[in-house]
């Protein structure tokens, strides 16, 4: 990665903080959600979701001329997606929470691209892992209970006729400078790597390719996929297609505190797969902590909740806002410790897992339903 | 196209000469076509064909190692094609010519790809025009004759699935600096011309990925794709496969008389569909002539018949050798006028384009028979 490259898909430089999302969204010409937007959210989804509320979905492009549209009848689709990297830590559902929210409240279809081939050109994993990953992923991510008829999964060595085909399209419009100016690629890298963001920007234009009429795109997005997109939007009027919409969140912190949660760094983050033991001994253990380092100070002093894992954790998972407030008041004015602030955010997250795990039989059972192909659109 | 790249897949220089080649091909690492490989060929294959005799095709890669192994009872397959860049001319059926006595003589499978992607991606071509070219070029290769049984058809655009899904594979080994320094690629270049060495790679390689054993491939090429073929025999063994052989030929020269024939220059060449008029008009007043400049200069010092564009196309069409060199004589020692050479071309020409002609409609009606389909291999 080149110095001057601290946010790009595939790496997070160690010294990026919290206080440089809005300077980067602003660099990468991304606009941060304002009091107009949310109000405007509101009257259309008929809530405000926690998450923007709580900053963490915080900048966007052309979010309000979509949901301009969207007033007028203009229906639009949602695309997101994953690198199938590794097992799932509760971080990487965040998006995808979100995104079954935006669907259930705008009723619209979805696309969820499983960039297995990125994987392939960006990582050493064995195919064998990247199979298991990529079935892994997928049933840790319709778990959450997106609607089978409306949800597209688009697993790219499925659909790479449709993909390179596009492909092909895009990358024609971009050069070698522009992936290496906006990725930090050199040289010495391989040229999978150079094209394959063509293959990331196939999804924000295929169902208007697939119908013939432009349908407008809503990509939710953590900002290190800000690059692929910011492409996406040069290209696609150049092919006749509409700039692709976007909303844009923060990286979760990870276990430790700061930087992205990676998949391969055990102690990072909380995995989908953990049993109850291993979740209290990493919150005990692990989990950064906005609190005193003894009772007594935090009696005195109290914490500072914006900081810690657990409450972050916490106020991820629990929909009731009146009692993460009471919460964050409590554990900030010291009436709460931090050992109590991770219990409870084990139980919350203990009961999120459970919900989870109890729909995966069903989920595995209909994976054949939510395939993405193309006649669906038609 | 760089300065020190005469020859690449997408251009060669106008001061590329004949005397060249041999000089190219060393550099190139190919070795030249000896006195033991021809035997060798004669012995298996019972003739040593007139072009690799006339020494256009004159140079080869490990065609030595094959033909062991052919003795020995290993079947390999050949592997050629077109990039669908407009009407044929008769000298880009020269490749297919010599690569239909291989399949003949050696009764092996053949997959011609049909590079529509590269096309697209390398000219300003328009999609309409680029699918009229793919399925006209396919028509006037396969009235060559090909065996339905054995000839594999590959149009890029209907196997991306399988040729994206492989060429990651080779991609993932080749870097933007070797592409720039084998093809004089620039940063200024897009990033799909990066890309696609790496899917032209696929079918040297695609029947051992298919049948899961390793299957010798021959590639009968001209000498301007060898950039492609170097960089498959580098990366193909890092993946399991053997590196394919392959057997080279020169350029046939324009009408023009030098250089390579191009499809967007009118007078370069003959085309298939030309007719019986124009032909005799594009050979008396543009074929680059071997002959003196007045008839007596002619009959006192004779022509040059190894430059001369009339007598080359002749040669190539002629099949009885002693024919081809009474003729030679005959003009070389002034016994026959330029005008005289070029009627004899005319009636050659005529002649096998009328053959060609009579066997398109059964082509045509055919044509899915030849189409390429993984499971013809199993």
């Known amino acids: 990665m080149a110095d001057d490259h601290e946010i790009t898909p595939w ?12 300077k980067i969204a602003k ?77 259930d409240r705008f009723d619209v279809d979805l696309i969820i691209q499983i960039t297995d081939d990125e994987k392939y050109i960006f990582r050493d ?30 697993i790219d060595s499925d659909n790479s006729n449709l993909l390179y085909n596009y492909g092909i399209r895009v990358a024609k419009h971009i050069t070698a400078s522009t992936v290496k100016s906006v990725f930090g690629l050199k040289d ?8 394959f963001t063509s293959i990331q920007s196939v999804p924000a234009f295929i169902v208007s390719a697939i119908t013939g009429h432009n349908v407008p795109c809503l990509i939710p997005y953590a900002i290190d996929q800000d690059p692929h997109f910011k492409i996406s939007r040069d290209i696609l009027p150049k092919l006749g297609y509409e700039k692709p919409a976007s909303i844009i969140s923060k990286f979760i912190p990870s276990l430790k505190g700061s930087g992205k949660m990676s998949s391969s760094d055990e102690t990072s983050g909380i995995y989908l797969d953990d049993d109850n033991k291993t979740i209290k001994r990493k919150l005990m253990k692990y989990a950064f902590s906005g609190g005193r380092d003894t009772m007594e100070e ?64 069903a989920v595995l059972k209909n994976m054949d339903d939510y395939r993405f192909n193309p006649e669906r659109f038609l």
Chains 1, 2 share one sequence.
Request: glycine share 8%; proline share 3%.
């Open 11 to 22: 790496e997070v430089s160690n010294t990026f903080q919290e206080a440089q999302y809005e």
């Open 27 to 103: 660099e990468f010409g991304a606009k941060i959600i304002d009091e107009g937007l949310r109000e405007e959210i509101k009257y259309l989804a008929g809530e405000v979701h926690r998450f923007i509320q709580y900053d963490i979905f915080f900048a966007h492009r052309d979010l309000d001329q979509l949901l301009d549209g969207y007033k007028k009848g203009r229906k639009f689709y949602l695309y997101t997606g994953r690198g199938p990297s590794g097992k799932m830590h509760l971080g990487h559902l965040i998006p995808f929470m979100f995104t079954k929210w935006l669907q």
């Open 125 to 154: 994993t064995s195919e064998a892992d990247l199979k298991k990953y990529t079935q892994n992923n997928i049933l840790d991510i319709l778990s959450l209970g997106f609607k089978p008829e409306k949800t597209h999964v688009m």
């Open 188 to 195: 010495s890298d391989n040229i999978g790597k150079f094209f």
């Open 298 to 361: 935090q009696r005195r002093l109290g914490a500072n909740p914006d900081i810690d894992f657990a409450f972050n954790t916490y106020r991820m998972l629990e929909p009731d806002m009146t009692k993460v407030s009471k919460i964050y008041e409590e554990y900030r004015s010291g009436h709460i410790l931090s050992g109590e602030m991770k219990m409870l955010a084990y139980e919350k997250i203990t009961e999120f897992l459970e919900t989870l795990n109890s729909r995966r039989d």
